[in-house]
Protein backbone atom coordinates (compact mmCIF):
# COMPACT_ATOMS: atom_id res chain seq x y z
CA UNK A 1 0.00 0.00 0.00
CA UNK A 2 3.48 2.14 0.16
CA UNK A 3 3.23 4.47 -2.63
CA UNK A 4 6.68 4.26 -4.65
CA UNK A 5 8.93 7.19 -3.59
CA UNK A 6 9.70 9.11 -6.48
CA UNK A 7 13.74 8.73 -7.04
CA UNK A 8 15.89 11.89 -5.30
CA UNK A 9 18.00 13.46 -7.40
CA UNK A 10 19.47 15.84 -5.00
CA UNK A 11 21.48 17.98 -6.81
CA UNK A 12 22.30 16.11 -10.18
CA UNK A 13 25.30 16.70 -11.33
CA UNK A 14 26.44 18.96 -8.48
CA UNK A 15 25.79 15.91 -6.30
CA UNK A 16 27.49 13.06 -8.05
CA UNK A 17 30.16 15.34 -8.64
CA UNK A 18 30.61 15.88 -4.92
CA UNK A 19 30.15 11.90 -4.03
CA UNK A 20 32.48 10.69 -6.70
CA UNK A 21 35.06 13.56 -4.97
CA UNK A 22 34.31 12.87 -1.25
CA UNK A 23 34.28 9.28 -2.27
CA UNK A 24 37.94 9.72 -3.63
CA UNK A 25 39.11 11.60 -1.03
CA UNK A 26 38.06 9.08 2.23
CA UNK A 27 39.55 6.01 -0.55
CA UNK A 28 43.19 7.48 -0.58
CA UNK A 29 42.76 8.87 2.82
CA UNK A 30 42.65 5.04 3.65
CA UNK A 31 45.20 4.27 1.75
CA UNK A 32 49.37 4.06 2.86
CA UNK A 33 50.03 7.11 1.51
CA UNK A 34 47.42 9.41 3.07
CA UNK A 35 49.55 11.91 3.77
CA UNK A 36 50.88 12.63 0.31
CA UNK A 37 46.94 13.49 -0.77
CA UNK A 38 46.96 16.08 -3.08
CA UNK A 39 44.05 17.75 -5.37
CA UNK A 40 45.94 15.97 -8.51
CA UNK A 41 45.26 12.58 -6.70
CA UNK A 42 41.57 13.21 -5.98
CA UNK A 43 41.22 14.06 -9.53
CA UNK A 44 42.65 11.49 -11.20
CA UNK A 45 40.81 8.70 -8.35
CA UNK A 46 37.21 10.45 -9.14
CA UNK A 47 37.55 11.03 -12.48
CA UNK A 48 36.66 14.74 -11.90
CA UNK A 49 38.48 17.80 -13.59
CA UNK A 50 41.18 19.01 -11.16
CA UNK A 51 39.86 22.23 -12.50
CA UNK A 52 36.65 21.99 -10.88
CA UNK A 53 37.54 20.25 -8.00
CA UNK A 54 39.68 23.88 -7.38
CA UNK A 55 36.69 25.18 -8.65
CA UNK A 56 33.80 24.06 -5.67
CA UNK A 57 36.79 23.95 -2.76
CA UNK A 58 39.18 25.96 -3.39
CA UNK A 59 41.85 24.39 -1.80
CA UNK A 60 42.75 21.10 -0.63
CA UNK A 61 42.19 22.04 3.31
CA UNK A 62 38.53 22.97 2.48
CA UNK A 63 37.92 19.94 0.23
CA UNK A 64 39.44 17.91 3.25
CA UNK A 65 37.38 19.69 5.96
CA UNK A 66 34.41 19.23 3.57
CA UNK A 67 34.56 15.44 3.81
CA UNK A 68 35.52 15.11 7.62
CA UNK A 69 32.45 17.60 8.19
CA UNK A 70 30.28 15.16 6.80
CA UNK A 71 31.33 12.04 7.93
CA UNK A 72 31.72 12.91 11.45
CA UNK A 73 28.33 14.62 11.53
CA UNK A 74 26.53 11.44 9.70
CA UNK A 75 28.47 9.11 11.55
CA UNK A 76 27.48 10.34 14.65
CA UNK A 77 24.32 11.37 14.84
CA UNK A 78 23.00 12.90 17.87
CA UNK A 79 20.81 10.14 19.74
CA UNK A 80 17.23 11.60 21.31
CA UNK A 81 16.86 8.61 23.93
CA UNK A 82 14.38 10.89 26.64
CA UNK A 83 16.81 11.87 28.90
CA UNK A 84 20.07 13.90 29.14
CA UNK A 85 22.44 10.99 30.65
CA UNK A 86 21.25 9.31 27.91
CA UNK A 87 21.82 11.22 25.43
CA UNK A 88 24.91 12.06 26.21
CA UNK A 89 26.10 8.31 26.93
CA UNK A 90 24.50 7.55 23.59
CA UNK A 91 26.95 10.11 22.34
CA UNK A 92 30.29 10.13 24.05
CA UNK A 93 30.23 6.22 23.15
CA UNK A 94 29.38 6.69 19.46
CA UNK A 95 32.18 9.03 19.31
CA UNK A 96 34.86 6.56 21.23
CA UNK A 97 33.47 4.41 18.61
CA UNK A 98 33.65 6.40 15.59
CA UNK A 99 37.50 7.88 16.56
CA UNK A 100 38.77 3.90 17.77
CA UNK A 101 38.48 2.90 14.30
CA UNK A 102 40.44 2.73 11.73
CA UNK A 103 38.78 5.77 9.30
CA UNK A 104 37.66 7.62 12.17
CA UNK A 105 41.80 7.90 13.35
CA UNK A 106 42.53 8.69 9.91
CA UNK A 107 39.62 11.30 9.66
CA UNK A 108 40.94 12.98 13.09
CA UNK A 109 44.20 13.38 11.88
CA UNK A 110 43.11 14.49 8.73
CA UNK A 111 41.13 17.44 10.38
CA UNK A 112 44.35 18.55 12.57
CA UNK A 113 46.40 18.75 9.64
CA UNK A 114 44.01 19.90 6.73
CA UNK A 115 44.94 23.44 7.61
CA UNK A 116 48.47 22.59 6.95
CA UNK A 117 49.47 24.01 3.17
CA UNK A 118 47.01 27.27 3.99
CA UNK A 119 48.48 28.54 7.39
CA UNK A 120 45.54 29.41 9.74
CA UNK A 121 42.33 29.51 7.88
CA UNK A 122 40.49 27.93 10.76
CA UNK A 123 38.18 25.39 8.89
CA UNK A 124 37.89 23.79 11.99
CA UNK A 125 35.57 25.55 12.85
CA UNK A 126 33.18 24.91 10.23
CA UNK A 127 33.49 21.24 11.58
CA UNK A 128 32.58 22.56 15.33
CA UNK A 129 29.88 24.73 14.82
CA UNK A 130 27.77 21.93 12.57
CA UNK A 131 28.36 19.72 15.63
CA UNK A 132 27.92 22.38 18.29
CA UNK A 133 24.63 23.11 17.05
CA UNK A 134 23.62 19.04 16.96
CA UNK A 135 24.56 19.05 20.37
CA UNK A 136 23.12 22.31 21.73
CA UNK A 137 19.64 20.72 20.40
CA UNK A 138 20.54 18.19 22.76
CA UNK A 139 21.29 20.20 25.64
CA UNK A 140 17.97 22.32 24.86
CA UNK A 141 15.76 19.56 25.06
CA UNK A 142 17.10 18.54 28.31
CA UNK A 143 16.25 22.31 29.92
CA UNK A 144 12.95 21.16 27.80
CA UNK A 145 12.41 18.67 29.86
CA UNK A 146 13.59 20.26 33.03
CA UNK A 147 16.68 18.64 33.69
CA UNK A 148 19.62 21.00 34.42
CA UNK A 149 22.35 20.22 31.24
CA UNK A 150 26.10 21.72 31.07
CA UNK A 151 27.05 23.70 28.92
CA UNK A 152 28.34 23.57 25.72
CA UNK A 153 31.39 24.26 26.22
CA UNK A 154 31.71 21.92 29.21
CA UNK A 155 30.44 18.79 27.08
CA UNK A 156 33.49 19.60 24.21
CA UNK A 157 35.75 20.11 27.13
CA UNK A 158 34.74 17.29 29.23
CA UNK A 159 33.89 14.23 27.29
CA UNK A 160 34.80 15.31 23.69
CA UNK A 161 38.35 16.71 24.30
CA UNK A 162 39.41 13.81 26.59
CA UNK A 163 38.02 11.14 24.05
CA UNK A 164 40.24 13.11 21.03
CA UNK A 165 43.37 13.23 23.66
CA UNK A 166 43.51 9.34 24.55
CA UNK A 167 43.80 8.94 20.79
CA UNK A 168 46.15 11.65 19.39
CA UNK A 169 48.09 11.60 22.32
CA UNK A 170 47.82 7.92 23.84
CA UNK A 171 47.06 6.35 20.25
CA UNK A 172 45.10 4.39 22.03
CA UNK A 173 40.91 4.96 21.99
CA UNK A 174 38.97 5.08 25.60
CA UNK A 175 36.09 2.36 24.84
CA UNK A 176 32.45 2.90 26.09
CA UNK A 177 33.20 2.07 30.08
CA UNK A 178 35.55 4.92 30.19
CA UNK A 179 33.16 7.43 27.43
CA UNK A 180 30.57 6.77 30.13
CA UNK A 181 32.84 7.42 33.23
CA UNK A 182 33.11 10.87 30.97
CA UNK A 183 29.78 11.64 31.36
CA UNK A 184 29.30 10.56 35.02
CA UNK A 185 32.24 13.18 35.18
CA UNK A 186 30.42 15.45 33.38
CA UNK A 187 26.89 15.12 34.82
CA UNK A 188 28.68 15.23 38.44
CA UNK A 189 30.26 18.90 37.86
CA UNK A 190 26.65 19.81 37.04
CA UNK A 191 25.08 18.21 39.76
CA UNK A 192 27.70 20.29 42.49
CA UNK A 193 26.86 23.72 40.54
CA UNK B 1 84.23 34.06 46.53
CA UNK B 2 82.08 31.54 44.24
CA UNK B 3 84.45 29.09 42.27
CA UNK B 4 84.52 29.44 38.96
CA UNK B 5 82.43 26.14 37.87
CA UNK B 6 84.38 24.32 35.39
CA UNK B 7 82.62 23.99 31.91
CA UNK B 8 80.17 21.34 31.23
CA UNK B 9 80.85 19.21 28.26
CA UNK B 10 77.85 17.17 28.22
CA UNK B 11 78.58 14.43 25.54
CA UNK B 12 81.16 16.08 22.95
CA UNK B 13 80.20 15.62 19.59
CA UNK B 14 77.31 13.52 20.51
CA UNK B 15 75.83 16.57 22.05
CA UNK B 16 76.98 19.23 19.28
CA UNK B 17 75.47 16.54 16.74
CA UNK B 18 72.24 16.63 18.47
CA UNK B 19 71.90 20.41 19.23
CA UNK B 20 72.94 21.18 15.76
CA UNK B 21 70.25 18.74 14.43
CA UNK B 22 67.64 19.80 16.83
CA UNK B 23 67.95 23.32 16.26
CA UNK B 24 68.11 22.88 12.22
CA UNK B 25 64.31 21.08 13.04
CA UNK B 26 62.96 23.58 15.15
CA UNK B 27 64.16 26.23 11.92
CA UNK B 28 62.60 24.13 9.80
CA UNK B 29 59.45 23.59 11.51
CA UNK B 30 58.97 27.71 11.92
CA UNK B 31 59.40 28.13 8.03
CA UNK B 32 56.27 28.39 5.89
CA UNK B 33 57.19 24.98 4.39
CA UNK B 34 57.22 22.85 7.49
CA UNK B 35 55.58 19.93 6.85
CA UNK B 36 57.86 19.23 4.00
CA UNK B 37 60.14 18.62 6.30
CA UNK B 38 62.28 15.67 5.45
CA UNK B 39 65.73 14.22 7.23
CA UNK B 40 67.26 15.03 3.81
CA UNK B 41 66.47 19.19 4.91
CA UNK B 42 67.34 18.88 8.12
CA UNK B 43 70.70 16.90 7.01
CA UNK B 44 71.01 20.49 4.86
CA UNK B 45 70.32 22.93 7.57
CA UNK B 46 72.39 21.67 10.16
CA UNK B 47 75.46 20.20 8.34
CA UNK B 48 75.16 16.66 9.81
CA UNK B 49 75.57 13.97 7.63
CA UNK B 50 72.12 12.39 6.29
CA UNK B 51 73.92 9.09 7.61
CA UNK B 52 74.60 10.12 10.67
CA UNK B 53 70.84 11.40 11.47
CA UNK B 54 68.93 8.00 10.53
CA UNK B 55 71.70 6.31 12.29
CA UNK B 56 70.85 8.27 15.84
CA UNK B 57 67.24 8.56 15.04
CA UNK B 58 66.43 6.36 12.53
CA UNK B 59 63.27 8.22 10.97
CA UNK B 60 62.22 11.39 10.87
CA UNK B 61 59.04 10.94 13.40
CA UNK B 62 61.31 9.68 15.89
CA UNK B 63 63.84 13.07 15.66
CA UNK B 64 60.71 15.17 15.64
CA UNK B 65 59.40 13.40 18.68
CA UNK B 66 62.34 13.67 19.86
CA UNK B 67 62.54 17.52 19.67
CA UNK B 68 59.54 17.93 20.86
CA UNK B 69 60.12 15.68 23.44
CA UNK B 70 62.76 18.20 24.89
CA UNK B 71 61.11 21.47 23.82
CA UNK B 72 58.37 20.49 25.86
CA UNK B 73 59.49 19.49 28.72
CA UNK B 74 61.96 21.63 29.23
CA UNK B 75 59.94 24.60 28.33
CA UNK B 76 57.58 23.87 31.13
CA UNK B 77 58.88 22.45 34.15
CA UNK B 78 57.08 21.53 36.66
CA UNK B 79 56.70 24.02 39.38
CA UNK B 80 57.07 23.37 43.38
CA UNK B 81 54.99 25.89 44.40
CA UNK B 82 54.06 24.10 47.96
CA UNK B 83 50.55 23.40 47.57
CA UNK B 84 48.89 21.57 45.08
CA UNK B 85 47.01 24.07 43.68
CA UNK B 86 49.90 26.13 42.95
CA UNK B 87 51.65 23.49 41.29
CA UNK B 88 48.30 22.77 39.16
CA UNK B 89 47.95 26.55 38.29
CA UNK B 90 51.50 26.70 37.20
CA UNK B 91 51.61 24.32 35.12
CA UNK B 92 48.56 24.69 33.36
CA UNK B 93 48.82 28.46 33.01
CA UNK B 94 52.22 27.18 31.42
CA UNK B 95 51.22 24.52 29.51
CA UNK B 96 47.94 26.91 27.86
CA UNK B 97 51.18 29.90 27.01
CA UNK B 98 53.19 27.55 25.55
CA UNK B 99 50.26 25.96 23.08
CA UNK B 100 49.83 29.64 21.87
CA UNK B 101 53.02 30.80 21.45
CA UNK B 102 53.23 29.93 17.05
CA UNK B 103 56.14 27.88 17.59
CA UNK B 104 54.55 25.59 20.83
CA UNK B 105 51.71 25.58 17.95
CA UNK B 106 53.58 24.23 15.74
CA UNK B 107 55.06 21.54 17.50
CA UNK B 108 52.15 20.63 18.70
CA UNK B 109 50.84 19.83 15.37
CA UNK B 110 54.36 18.25 14.31
CA UNK B 111 53.46 15.89 17.19
CA UNK B 112 50.64 14.80 16.00
CA UNK B 113 51.44 14.40 12.34
CA UNK B 114 54.73 12.56 13.55
CA UNK B 115 53.62 9.32 12.97
CA UNK B 116 52.20 10.01 9.82
CA UNK B 117 55.24 8.04 7.82
CA UNK B 118 55.70 5.39 10.15
CA UNK B 119 52.21 4.62 10.65
CA UNK B 120 51.36 3.24 14.07
CA UNK B 121 54.58 3.48 16.21
CA UNK B 122 52.85 5.51 18.83
CA UNK B 123 55.86 8.23 19.58
CA UNK B 124 53.51 9.97 21.38
CA UNK B 125 53.61 7.80 24.65
CA UNK B 126 57.27 8.60 25.06
CA UNK B 127 56.37 12.07 25.66
CA UNK B 128 53.91 11.50 27.77
CA UNK B 129 55.98 9.36 29.33
CA UNK B 130 58.58 11.86 30.16
CA UNK B 131 56.47 14.70 31.14
CA UNK B 132 53.79 12.07 32.97
CA UNK B 133 56.63 11.17 35.66
CA UNK B 134 56.75 14.98 36.27
CA UNK B 135 53.15 15.48 36.98
CA UNK B 136 53.16 12.05 38.97
CA UNK B 137 55.88 13.79 41.13
CA UNK B 138 54.34 16.98 41.85
CA UNK B 139 50.59 14.55 42.51
CA UNK B 140 52.98 12.46 44.78
CA UNK B 141 54.24 15.93 46.60
CA UNK B 142 50.97 16.72 47.44
CA UNK B 143 50.26 13.42 48.91
CA UNK B 144 53.69 13.87 51.50
CA UNK B 145 52.24 17.25 52.26
CA UNK B 146 49.00 15.23 53.37
CA UNK B 147 46.82 17.49 50.40
CA UNK B 148 44.45 15.18 48.39
CA UNK B 149 45.72 15.00 44.39
CA UNK B 150 43.80 13.54 41.77
CA UNK B 151 44.77 11.03 39.40
CA UNK B 152 47.11 11.58 36.73
CA UNK B 153 45.29 10.11 34.40
CA UNK B 154 42.46 13.28 35.74
CA UNK B 155 45.23 15.80 35.57
CA UNK B 156 45.72 15.08 31.86
CA UNK B 157 41.63 14.49 31.12
CA UNK B 158 40.43 17.77 32.71
CA UNK B 159 43.20 19.86 32.57
CA UNK B 160 45.59 19.18 29.59
CA UNK B 161 42.97 17.95 26.91
CA UNK B 162 41.28 20.96 26.94
CA UNK B 163 43.59 22.95 26.52
CA UNK B 164 45.14 20.86 23.70
CA UNK B 165 41.38 20.79 22.08
CA UNK B 166 41.42 24.61 21.98
CA UNK B 167 44.06 24.90 20.21
CA UNK B 168 43.69 22.05 18.05
CA UNK B 169 39.92 22.40 17.21
CA UNK B 170 39.02 25.72 17.96
CA UNK B 171 42.70 27.13 17.04
CA UNK B 172 42.19 29.57 19.44
CA UNK B 173 43.99 29.22 23.08
CA UNK B 174 42.49 29.07 26.28
CA UNK B 175 44.60 31.33 28.00
CA UNK B 176 45.46 32.28 31.64
CA UNK B 177 42.22 32.35 33.57
CA UNK B 178 40.57 29.45 31.36
CA UNK B 179 43.59 26.66 32.73
CA UNK B 180 42.83 27.91 35.99
CA UNK B 181 39.17 27.48 35.90
CA UNK B 182 40.13 23.99 34.64
CA UNK B 183 42.04 23.50 37.80
CA UNK B 184 39.13 24.67 39.83
CA UNK B 185 37.14 21.76 38.24
CA UNK B 186 39.82 19.36 38.23
CA UNK B 187 40.24 20.31 42.33
CA UNK B 188 36.43 20.36 42.84
CA UNK B 189 36.22 16.96 41.21
CA UNK B 190 38.85 15.07 43.37
CA UNK B 191 37.26 17.12 46.84
CA UNK B 192 33.84 15.33 45.64
CA UNK B 193 34.83 11.69 45.96
New interface residues.
Given amino acids: MTAEQPARRPGGRTARVRAAVHQAVVDLLGEEE ?2 DLSIALVADRSGVHQTTIYRRWGTLAALIDDVVTERLTSSSPVADTGTLRGDLEAYAVQVAEDVASPLGAVFL ?1 AA ?2 G ?3 EG ?1 E ?1 P ?2 I ?2 LERGMQLQAMLDRARDRGESPPTLLEL ?3 V ?3 L ?2 HV ?5 PAGADHARG ?1 VD ?1 LL ?2 VA ?1 T
Same sequence: chains 1, 2.
Fill in positions: WDRMVTRAEQRQYLLEVLAPYFIFFNSLRSLK
